[in-house]
């Protein structure tokens, strides 16, 4: 197991309700997949009738980095590292529309977020926290935005990625030492090496400062209006080892030698019918691009809405473990405006800022009538972050109670005056049935302990503690990778082959 830590959702929230109450716990404390959850109908309560696993959230329920109302879709992007968010676009190495598509106006992100994502994944794997602190910011929010292109022409992808938001280049420095630690682990990239993920180039970039929009004393929304955004991508040049390279590509890996590909941003600002928007945030007395805010103001425009006048403050709790089982109980009690005050500021400020609407979109939930009374955690360290592991916890519903608690590679629940009900991870792999894979067999049991040993992660901010969704997010992706082997890697490449 590797010693990034584990645990985590991997897109967002863990978790499912069944189709009782539709609430959503984080696991263990609550079964996966359509129709199975801790309280759902016709199930008592407390006992697990499906496997723990992961889902999305029940139908319209929004949860911290989705808004509800955003056309049922995932804001533009979520974390640093991701894909280009909103699929394949022109010039960004996806195929080109069929002749007469016309995108349907403001409901596309620009490509400049696309950009934002990819050069967060690779200044992450090339060690940006050491450049952190501040060195990135500028005196403007448009100068912010012309460095940023400016350190991407010149390739100078550390400079460029210190541009970004502090809080969200932290997180892709934290998801790229995860991943490129374990893909070294792992033999797939070769020690020490550095990654090239193609070039991008912005020509005769034109910002219109006149026309930019100062949200709040903190944010500015910069207006691009021309220029050329060229980029040619390949993989020939990353660092595979010379064996996951032969095994992974037998007819050779494809070039990087491609025909760049030219986007005008006139044309994308004329098809789009308004310049592209890139959000500047303040950050002590600098300015710094962000790809969190510039999803949120793209997401914002295209259900009509304003920036809040206010923002969601946060609330924390003293201690970590508070933090975990108040967040909990606000998800089970459906109140998203104490789910908001729990994230952490540090990593999502963004939340806060755009809560109002949130919250406004969210409704008047239904809250399940559950109440967590007791938890019971097993706290350890993920890259300076409190995180914990399940030990024993305590839920009352409809007059019951009910105990949880880890035993082994075992989840057992037990109703007051009733017998335990175990749920061990062979029998979720019974389950699943015959994967007719034997590598998969092979592996199936470590992922699903893997998923078992589930850590959520805190972070402390001013003396209090909040849960934090993009470091519980990166350690569940070290605990996936961490549970395999080199021979492991090499079983898979031969039996895709």
Known sequence: ????????????????????????????????????????????????????????????QPYPGQQQGWAGQQPTATLPGGPPPGGPQPGWGGAQPPPGYSAPPRRRGPIIIA????????????????????????????AALQAFTQDLNSQNLIDAASRLHPAEAQLAADAGDVLVDELVRLNVLKPNAELGLGSIEFKDLQIDEAAAEQVRDDLVINKVTGGQIISQQGFGDLPFTDEFAQKAFPDGMVPTTNAPTTVDIKDLVEQNGEPLRMASVKVGSEWYV????????YGLRAEGEQWPAQSVPAVGADTAQAAVQDTVQAILDQDMRRIIELMDPAELQVLHDTGEVIIDNAGTGSPSGAKLLELE?????????????????????????GTIERDGDCIVATEDGGAPQRVCSADILDSLGDAGDPTLERLAPRVVQAIFDVQIVTNEVDGKHYFSPGQTTISLFGSALGVLEPQDITALLESAN
Do not use: C
């Not at 962000?290 to 103001?297: E, K």
């Not at 995180?387 to 409809?398: C, N, S, T, Y």
């Open 1 to 60: 197991m590797s010693d990034n830590g584990r645990g985590g959702p991997p897109d967002g929230w863990p978790g499912q309700g069944g189709p009782g109450h539709g609430q959503q716990v984080p696991p263990p404390y609550q079964g996966g997949g359509a129709g199975g959850g801790w309280y759902g109908q016709g199930q008592q309560p407390g006992y697990p009738q499906q496997q723990p696993g992961w889902g999305p959230p029940p139908q319209g």
């Open 115 to 142: 950009i934002v994502a990819v050069l967060a994944l690779a200044g992450g794997a090339f060690g940006v926290v050491t450049w952190l602190s501040g060195r990135g910011g500028s005196d403007t929010p448009a």
């Open 290 to 297: 962000s790809l969190f805010y510039t999803a949120a103001d």
């Open 377 to 401: 955690t097993t706290e350890t360290t993920v890259r300076g972050h409190t995180a914990l592991q399940l030990k024993r916890a305590v839920i009352e519903a409809d007059g019951s109670r």
